[in-house]
């Protein structure tokens, strides 16, 4: 199977796909803003009220909403915590201080929330849920710093190991070098990746992970807060971080820094492997070149279509999400409804499973399936699903079919769900309806490209324009619109297809990228 990832780095946000033999398995967005990617990021807080009937509180971290911690969710060892942020100061050696906490003492699984937490009470906490909907962000104090090979757990006095691991002799050998390298005061959880891994690649990841928590000690000692500690690692090297294994194709990248950052990042967890990451130099948009944005419209539509004229239609509520399976215009081709009903299902499980990921969609998810009347059909219809589901790295739930054909699902959510708008308003028209006659589109396109010429002394330029429109300006090899362009104005003209732009839209640059309309 041939894996590419494809990162689109432009003023907005970053984009990450993953393709799977040139089909779109995952969409990764992360918006360009100074805050960035908040999921896993932790923080110096600051108790803001407290909600005993739900043995919770609101943390102000700096968020428009506050942000919100259950009881149980402050950690076994939340007391170790507390007694390091109340009593760090600038003056105190932070790694004696660190070293010398006892944290032995458990809290209470059955304590109530105000025997704990005080308003105006200075907190140390993980974002583990973003904002949804009306809902702030979830926070915990287990605080945890993920790795590619281990997760390092500050007061966990812990080690465990993957399930996924199965060979006894590998846990143990993990566990004893843990332990011969593990410092005072910490734990640890092995990561899958971590099986057949020597001990300099794991010393040195667990060095890089302490020293990220240590780093944050000088700025939770000035006792400011709300304060940002430390961030999780940019979303590309996140998604490498649990994606990236040597089953890679290609990584390809239209920024020249994010190019650097993925190169270096890739070698320091897959050496030898740096040579996948390649620097994308095309001038047609990155994700147009790859088939990316094509795919985007036609999968994040409220109508998805399947094979042979069946489809889904998938709507999202405040409270779940509903997918129903029609047949559609399907032709039987002499099978009889019940088989008929049982292959659109099949086919629905592959598309259903790809679109849980592709749209990150959490909570509970409802399929309504075509109805089947025999029980070993509904029995292997689960068992597809399950199957379908098994490489799935968030935590989710199936459970059997109803007698209504109902399937339910609960996935993992710790983001909002992934939504595009894929229906456009008419840049052109603004909704009106009307638009200039496009007869005249060419002379438009002339009267500006006069402009810039005479009054711009400008003499290469790069025109961006829809397909259709791009089409009819080059058409003939020697009496082409643009063909007459140049010889007219005496000028370099190189014209670049965006199927994003409408179809009367277009846009002049300098060959060097300077926007120019």
């Known amino acids: 199977m041939e894996k590419d990832l494809i990162i689109d780095v432009n003023e907005r946000e970053t984009v990450i796909a993953l393709l799977e033999d040139h089909r779109l398995v995952e969409l990764n967005k992360e918006i360009n803003t100074e805050r960035g990617f908040c999921l896993r990021d932790v923080y110096l807080g600051k108790v803001k009220k407290l909600i005993p009937t739900l043995n919770a509180a609101f943390v102000d971290i700096g968020d428009k909403k506050d942000a919100f911690v259950h009881y149980l969710d402050l950690g076994l060892y939340f007391q170790a915590f507390d007694e390091f942020v109340r009593n760090i100061n600038p003056n105190r050696d932070f790694r004696t201080f660190f070293s010398s906490i006892d944290a032995s003492h458990i809290l209470e699984k059955e304590g109530k929330i105000e025997n704990v937490l005080k308003p105006g009470q200075p907190i140390v906490v993980q974002i583990v849920k973003e904002p949804i909907s009306t809902k702030g962000s979830r926070l915990t104090s287990e605080?945890?710093?993920?790795?590619?090979?281990?997760?390092?757990?500050?007061?966990?006095?812990?080690?465990?190991v993957s399930q996924k691991i199965s060979s006894k002799e590998e846990k143990k050998r993990l566990e004893r070098l843990m332990y011969s390298i593990l410092p005072p005061n910490y734990g640890v959880i092995i990561r899958t990746a971590a099986e057949g891994k020597n001990a300099a690649i794991l010393d040195a990841e667990l060095k890089m992970l302490v020293k990220k928590w240590e780093d944050s000690w000088e700025t939770m000692a000035q006792q400011k807060f709300p304060k940002l500690l430390f961030s999780e690692n940019s979303k590309t090297t996140t998604v490498l971080r649990d994606l990236l294994n040597d089953s890679f194709t290609n990584i390809y990248v239209n920024d020249e820094e994010t190019y650097h950052e993925v190169k270096d990042y890739t070698a320091t967890i897959l050496p030898d492997h740096e040579k996948i990451?390649?620097?994308?130099?095309?001038?047609?948009p990155i994700l147009d070149h790859f088939d990316v944005t094509k795919q985007i419209k036609s999968a994040f539509g409220k109508v998805v279509p399947i094979?042979?004229?069946?489809?889904?239609?998938?709507?999202?509520?405040?409270?779940?999400?509903?997918?129903?399976?029609?047949?559609?215009?399907?032709?039987?081709?002499?099978?009889?409804?019940?088989q008929n009903a049982f292959d659109v299902n099949c086919h629905a499980a592959q598309e259903i499973a790809r679109q849980l990921k592709l749209r990150d969609m959490g909570g509970i998810i409802?399929?309504?399936?075509?109805?089947?009347?025999?029980?070993?059909?509904?029995?292997?219809?689960?068992?597809?699903?399950?199957?379908?589901?098994?490489?799935?790295?968030?935590?989710?739930?199936?459970?059997?079919?109803?007698?209504?054909?109902?399937?339910?699902?609960?996935?993992?959510r710790v983001r909002p769900a992934t939504e595009i708008e894929t229906m456009e308003t008419c840049p052109t028209c603004h909704g009106t309806g009307k638009i200039s006659s496009s007869i005249l589109i060419d002379e438009t396109i002339e009267r500006e490209l006069a402009y810039y010429v005479k009054e711009k002394n400008i003499k290469e330029l790069k025109l961006t324009v829809n397909p259709i429109v791009e089409a009819y300006l080059t058409k003939g090899v020697f009496s082409s619109i643009i063909r007459k362009w140049k010889k007219k104005y005496k000028v370099s003209i190189e014209t670049v297809i965006s199927t994003e732009m409408a179809i009367l839209d277009f846009s002049w640059t300098t060959l060097s990228g300077e926007k120019l309309s």
């Open 143 to 160: 605080i945890s710093i993920a790795g590619r090979n281990i997760v390092l757990l500050p007061f966990g006095d812990k080690i465990s």
């Open 277 to 284: 990451v390649k620097l994308y130099k095309g001038n047609e």
């Open 307 to 338: 094979k042979q004229g069946a489809y889904l239609v998938i709507e999202h509520t405040e409270a779940l999400h509903v997918i129903d399976v029609n047949s559609g215009t399907r032709v039987k081709t002499g099978k009889d409804q019940e």
């Open 366 to 412: 409802i399929v309504d399936f075509i109805d089947m009347d025999l029980p070993e059909n509904r029995t292997a219809l689960l068992k597809k699903m399950q199957e379908l589901m098994s490489t799935e790295r968030a935590k989710h739930n199936i459970l059997p079919l109803t007698k209504f054909g109902l399937m339910q699902i609960t996935r993992q």
